[in-house]
């Protein structure tokens, strides 16, 4: 649990992007701290995929773009047994792909 | 900038494919060669579209591999890869060419052969678009943004399963005229929605959108000449000009636009090429629209210009969209069921108005149809190119 998935927040507007750009894209500068993407937020959409594009343990997954309390949107693995729009999640970090690399940590989402 | 025209447009059946990737470019490509009649006048450029070819088809350089296989030489060739916005951004290419004076004719050709890999193959490489950190390596695929933003832009403007079924019965329907398309079977509002059978005819895909939802995975190839007004002048057939082209772009994650319903890129692309055109979107005729799934054929017939936002199902509701309705919206059949072989869709879409306003498409034939728009969306919706074609007398 040591992986940290990280965005960039920008030296002169404060803007946190997630993911990252050369570029702030809200005012164009280009220097940057890292930040920690976290925390808690509400389910903005979600989807039961049952097309996939690699083998997962699961016959489908459970996908969510959330929109963390302080305005960070992010996309990862929700883990909740009764999804809604709007319901209260917190982000966590497990595996999310098998690849021939080895497997791939990122976020998840388990209800509050 | 110079004026554009399509003189001549044709394609290979979409559908499962036993020919090679440039078999397939080739058919199309004289098919339309021979549609457009160009007597001795050379072919001064050729622009192939392709996405997977290097990755699924071994094969690279296809603009160099057509001219061969046509004997065009000494012609300029490329190829174009932008995701499932290949094929438009191939007629852009095109289009620059000719308007720049820099060529008299372009051939531009869109092709892809999918169905070489299997299923779970075929999504992992169109899913390679999406963001790899942020998305990609998640699992996300083309068909789970579609979910994620369908239950967003269903909740918000109160479209239900029923809109998305009524996409899909009208795009089979129109399919089933088109000789052309990959999938000619018409489907019922019961045997994909409202009967008990219909959980097991129409399984889930990526809730809330379902196989009906989605399109198909297919070969295939089309085509299109274009030509200088002095090539047009000289040539006998009806003139069709490509009147306006626009593009636009958006950011890779679907997450971070502000509205994720809002698909600020069509709206811009659709603007621009109207603007170029001196044409309105309620000039329209008849249109293309990329509905690889069926809640994007709504939503880009909002973004469009075509129905304000949130009315787009409302329009389906009445009939509107339908063939001999106010808006006839992808009388081919569309990426539903025509078929969507990525690479080639966005030159398709323009072969078939094309014929459209040629009054070439038989028992699909939109009436009197003289302005055409056509949405070529890619990404999702991080890259698209919109055009508007007009026949001249
Ligand atoms: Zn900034």
Not at chain 1, 41 to 54: E, H, I, N, S, W
Not at chain 2, 289 to 316: M, N, Q, V, Y
């Amino acid at each position: 649990m040591s992986m940290k998935v990280t965005g960039m927040k920008c030296s002169s507007c404060g803007t946190v992007s997630y993911p990252t750009h050369a570029v702030c894209p809200s005012c164009r500068n280009e220097t940057f701290e890292t930040v920690v993407i976290e925390g808690e937020g509400k389910v903005l959409t979600y989807t039961d995929v049952y097309a996939l594009a690699v083998e997962y343990e699961t016959r489908y997954l459970r996908l969510a773009i959330v929109e963390l309390d302080d305005g960070v949107r992010v996309t990862g693995h929700l883990l909740a047994d009764k999804p809604k729009l709007g319901m209260r999640v917190k982000t966590t970090i497990g595996t999310v792909r098998e690849m021939a690399e080895g497997a791939i940590q990122g976020l998840q989402f388990v209800a509050v | 900038m110079k004026s554009v025209y399509i003189a001549g447009a044709g394609m290979t059946r979409f559908g499962r494919s036993e020919w090679p990737l440039m078999q397939l470019a080739s058919v199309a490509s004289l098919a339309a060669l021979k549609h457009a009649n160009l007597g001795g006048v050379p072919v001064d450029g050729v622009v192939v579209a392709n996405m997977g070819a290097a990755r699924i088809n071994r094969q690279t350089a296809l603009g160099s591999a057509l001219v061969d296989q046509l004997a065009l030489y000494p012609a300029a060739a490329e190829s174009v890869e932008n995701g499932p916005a290949s094929g438009a951004s191939a007629v852009k290419v095109g289009f620059q060419a000719i308007a720049s004076g820099m060529a008299d004719v372009v051939l531009v050709t869109g092709v892809e052969r999918m169905r070489v890999v299997n299923g779970m193959e075929g999504t992992d490489f169109v899913a390679s678009l999406s963001h790899p950190i942020a998305e990609y390596i998640y699992g996300v695929t083309l068909p789970s943004l579609a979910g994620l933003f369908a239950r967003l832009f269903m909740e918000k403007h109160g479209v239900e399963r029923k809109h998305l079924a009524m996409v899909a019965i009208k795009n089979h329907a129109n399919a089933a005229k088109n000789p052309y398309a990959h999938i000619q079977q018409t489907i019922t509002m019961e045997g994909i929605l409202t009967l008990p059978e219909a959980v097991v005819n129409n399984p889930p895909i990526a809730e809330p959108l379902h196989m009906f939802d989605c399109c198909p995975v297919s070969d295939g190839a089309a085509s299109l000449v274009l030509v200088s007004q002095e090539v047009a002048a000289k040539l006998k057939g009806p003139k069709v000009r490509l009147a306006g082209m626009g593009q636009a772009t958006d950011t890779h994650t679907v997450h971070e636009r502000k509205d994720p319903t809002d698909l600020k890129s069509v709206r811009i692309a659709a603007e621009q090429a109207f603007r170029r055109a001196g044409l309105k979107p309620e000039d329209v005729d008849v249109a293309e629209l990329h509905d690889a799934f069926t809640i994007l054929e709504i939503a880009e017939s909002e973004a469009s210009g075509f129905f304000p936002r949130g009315e787009g199902h409302k329009a389906l509701e009445r009939g509107d969209t339908q063939l001999g309705g106010r808006l006839p919206i992808n009388p081919s059949g569309g990426l539903k069921a025509k078929g969507h072989p990525v690479g080639a869709t966005g030159v398709a879409q323009l072969v078939e108005l094309t014929w459209q306003l040629r009054g070439e498409c038989g028992e699909r034939q939109v009436k009197d149809a003289k302005i055409a728009y056509a949405c070529n969306f890619g990404g999702f919706g991080n890259n698209v190119v919109a055009s508007v074609l007009q026949r001249e007398a």
